[in-house]
């Protein structure tokens, strides 16, 4: 089969992970016989050096007439300044909001062979493996009003937290189809104690309850759900919270696995279903760490298992996509680390030395 990827490897280590999971993608198309026919653009701040803009029409474009997205990380220092008027990050929310990707998919998985590695003891993270669905366009991030404005009494700032009733049957349906699709249960995340719009959420969370008899449905909130993440993760299947709580839910869960660089996402516009091909966009969850751009240590999991989603979700490649996650599980097990997960009496390689371990294991698979 042939299909059409456009590449957005943006800054910091973005361009150098994203490298090694197009390498892993090709890897792919040679043992299974498809074509990958990539685009390559510019977006965040790479973007504003070269053109004025995080996002383009022409990186928009891309976005618009290829099968998918595999993106890297935008930002950095040099465009941090609170002043600026552009500002990467606002490529990053922009794509997404064109893309009409509403639901971003975080698996976390702490593989057996990396448990010692988790800063939590091993007893608490053992066969942990749990997702966390993050509604990604609208409450705190997007509605407005929102901005700083003078007054006579200083500076007030402020941001909107709004949904609509359809924005939170959508995304809380993606989590009920993936809870039916693992260990059916859900845990709909809120702080409806508190907020208007969380109340919402958990009524309709509970109203869509009735279509998914086979899934048990849990609301929790989520300071609550915050500290039993660290207490006994293993509780958990899969998670859906609204865009905020989701942002730190799962970097907070990121942890469980030992390094943010081993962890993918999916970021989609429907419902994910087996076998159907539907865009997507799809990125490591960890963000550009200029500390360590261009050293050649960063850890590519986190971009090869994002391709692995991809081929899965957007491409209807279900085997290929296990196939990756076979290979990663593989080299893992050969003791070979980045800098990041590293331990004693573990071999500590590079980046590219990683992406090599992974299309060898994909090769040698076939």
């Known amino acids: 089969m042939e299909f059409n990827i456009a590449v957005l490897g943006g800054d910091g280590i973005g361009p150098e992970v994203t490298d090694q999971g197009v390498r892993v993608l090709e890897a792919v198309g040679r043992a299974f016989g498809h074509t990958f026919n990539l685009s390559y653009g510019d977006i965040g701040g790479i973007s504003i050096d070269k053109h004025g803009t995080p996002l383009t029409d022409e990186t928009i474009g891309l976005l618009d007439s290829n099968d998918a997205v595999l993106f890297g990380a935008v930002g950095g220092p040099k465009w941090d300044s609170p002043d600026a008027k552009v500002r990467p990050e ?3 929310l922009d794509m997404r909001a064109h893309m009409g990707v509403f639901a971003n998919i975080r698996p976390v998985k702490v593989y057996s062979q990396l448990v010692e590695s988790s800063v939590l003891k091993p007893d608490i993270v053992t066969g942990v493996d749990l997702v966390v669905v993050r509604e990604l366009t609208g409450g705190l991030y997007y509605a407005e009003p929102r901005g700083r404005r003078e007054t006579p009494n200083g500076i007030v700032a402020e941001d909107t937290m709004r949904y609509t009733e359809g924005e939170i049957e959508r995304v809380v349906r993606v989590g009920f189809e993936l809870a039916r699709g693992r ?3 859900l845990a709909s995340v809120d702080k409806a104690n508190v ?4 109340r919402l959420w958990r009524t309709v969370a509970t109203r869509l309850a009735a279509e998914y008899p086979d899934v048990e449905l849990e609301h929790v909130l989520v300071d609550a759900c915050a500290m039993q993440l660290i207490q ?10 609204e865009n905020t709580f989701g942002d730190i839910l799962s970097d907070e869960a990121s942890m469980l696995a030992a390094s943010m660089g081993l962890l993918p996402s999916a970021s989609l516009a429907g419902v994910p279903v087996a076998g159907m091909r539907s865009g997507g966009l799809y990125e490591p969850i960890h963000g550009t760490a200029p500390d360590i751009a261009g050293k050649g240590i960063a850890n590519p999991t986190g971009s090869i298992l994002s391709v692995a989603l991809m081929v899965r979700y957007s491409l209807g490649l279900t085997e290929e ?13 050969q003791n070979v680390r980045t800098a990041d997960i590293v331990t004693e009496g573990t071999q500590q390689v590079s980046t590219v030395e990683m992406g090599d371990r992974v299309v060898a294991a994909i090769e040698q698979g076939s």
């Open 321 to 333: 996509g296990a196939a990756i996650e076979l290979a990663v599980d593989q080299v893992l097990g």
């Open 232 to 241: 006994r993760p293993i509780d958990y299947d899969v998670i859906v919270a």
């Open 195 to 198: 907020l208007e719009c969380s």
């Open 183 to 185: 260990r059916k249960k």
């Open 90 to 92: 606002i490529g990053l």
